[in-house]
C-alpha cells in the first residue's frame, strides 16, 4: 500500500498601523478552501516608554494571531460537532 502525502497551503497576510502610542496589527487567513478568517491585535506603548516600533508589532501581531487561533480552533469544532454530533471544546 503506497501512503501519498497530501501537502496544502493557506496565505495569511498583516499588516501593521501606528497612530502615536497605538500599534495595531490586522491579519487575514485565507485557507486552502477558500475559507477566509481576519483578527486584530492592538498594543498600547506607555507614554513614558521609549519608542520601540518593532516590540510594539510583534504583541499587536502575537495579540491579533492568537484572536486568529481562536477562530480556528472554534470552526474546527463546529467541524467535529457537525460530524460526530457531539460538542467538542478545543482549547490551545
Known amino acids: 500500500m503506497i501512503t501519498m ?3 496544502v497551503d493557506c496565505n495569511i497576510e498583516m499588516e ?4 502615536d502610542a497605538t500599534t495595531q496589527a490586522d491579519v487575514r487567513l485565507r485557507m486552502h478552501d477558500g475559507q477566509r478568517f481576519s483578527s486584530q491585535g492592538v498594543a498600547n506603548r506607555n507614554p513614558e516608554d521609549r519608542v520601540q516600533q518593532r516590540v510594539g508589532e510583534e504583541v499587536a501581531a502575537a495579540r491579533a494571531l492568537t484572536g486568529l487561533a ?7 469544532g463546529e ?6 454530533h457531539e460538542d467538542a471544546h478545543l482549547t490551545h
Request: net charge negative; charged share 50%.
Open 79 to 84: 467541524d467535529i460537532r457537525e460530524v460526530m
Open 70 to 76: 481562536e477562530q480556528l480552533l472554534d470552526k474546527a
Open 16 to 19: 501593521f498601523r501606528e497612530i
Open 5 to 7: 502525502e497530501k501537502i
